[in-house]
């Protein structure tokens, strides 16, 4: 795999209380030399990985909106995600490992790299939701959060999605495949099927249902049902607040610039929550702004509609333009 670069991770205490006696983290590392320029880590989405500059190609890369020739780029690989061809039974219960664990393990990562304060943190869906853990866990490190297509929170909506989806990965007998099909219906909208498929048939089958059973088979082409039922929880543990205290208290006390970015017709997290995010920060926190992607396409907008989401990176980015320092 390109450049995949590794860590090893020490005597890790999870947020459960259990210890682990190591576990490696893998990174891919774009544009500038670590040290020399600014860093922006990036975090992948539930099927994704630290190949960034293939799943957000059209931002990331030499004279894009996420320039490699001004900035250094992180992307760390989800322990258990599959990337890196470690064993299926690497992570060992799924169940024992949250959100918040991921952010501190990507954070040991950062340390490793002698890297301790970062530019700019992004993800989208459940790397936005890590992006959030990870400024509650150092409020003070991050100059720029910009979660995307996500919440501070699993939302009971997102928490019963969560439980069908493991219901389905425990239960079918071609579990990868078969929840990858009722996922694509989290992650799309009606009118975004309506306007690509009209109910058109190829032969005897409707093209929709051909497209789904395609989106199946790819994913378990290439990836684990261990790692699926990993990322799939990790969706449902997502929550800055939990045994902390409220949201306002936590929030508080990041000091980054908070860009939310939402999608208008997203169905699994709903932009009305990150309107209430920002209507709950605004009274003492100036620095908090929000963003939002105009599409039919529903939750996966933030991987379609890549010339929005430029746009608004690039409006976040020239701003902060003159204030860019190195943070390492």
Do not use: C
């Not at 039974?89 to 790299?113: C, M, P, S, V």
């Amino acid at each position: 795999m390109k450049d995949l670069k590794h860590i090893s991770l020490r005597q890790i205490v999870l947020e459960n209380g259990k210890t682990i006696a190591g576990l490696p983290l893998t990174y891919q590392h774009f544009g500038q030399e670590i040290g020399t320029a600014p860093v922006i880590v990036v975090n992948h989405a539930l099927t994704g990985n630290s190949n960034v500059t293939d799943w957000w190609s059209d931002l990331i890369g030499e004279n894009k909106t996420i320039d490699t020739k001004s900035f250094t780029v992180i992307a760390f690989n989800i322990p258990g995600n599959g990337y890196d061809d470690n064993p299926e039974n690497l992570i060992g219960n799924y169940r024992d490992f949250t959100a918040r664990d991921i952010a501190a393990f990507f954070w040991k990562g950062l340390e490793q790299l002698s890297i301790h304060s970062v530019f700019a943190v992004i993800g989208g869906s459940l790397g936005g939701g890590i992006a959030w853990e990870m400024a509650a866990l150092e409020p003070t490190k991050i100059n720029n959060l910009i979660p995307i297509a996500t919440d501070w929170k699993a939302t009971d909506w997102v928490i019963a999605n969560v439980l069908i989806q493991d219901k389905i990965l425990t239960n079918s007998d071609d579990p990868v495949s078969d929840a990858r099909l009722h996922a694509m219906l989290l992650y799309r909208t009606p009118l975004s099927l309506l306007n690509r498929f009209n109910r058109k048939k190829s032969a005897d089958t409707f093209k929709v249902e051909n497209w789904l059973l395609d989106h199946g088979q790819k994913l378990k082409d290439r990836f684990r049902l261990s790692s699926y039922k990993l990322m799939n929880n990790l969706l449902k543990t997502v929550d800055i607040t939990r045994n902390r205290g409220s949201f306002k208290e936590i929030a508080s006390k990041i000091t980054a610039n908070i860009h939310l970015i939402a999608v208008d017709s997203d169905l699994f997290y709903i932009p009305e929550e990150n309107i209430d995010t920002l209507e709950i920060l605004r009274p003492y926190k100036s620095n908090v702004f929000y963003h939002e992607i105009e599409s039919i396409h529903g939750h996966d907008a933030f991987l379609i509609e890549h010339r929005q989401l430029s746009d608004i990176l690039e409006t976040i980015f020239s701003r902060l333009g003159k204030t860019i320092s190195h943070n390492n």
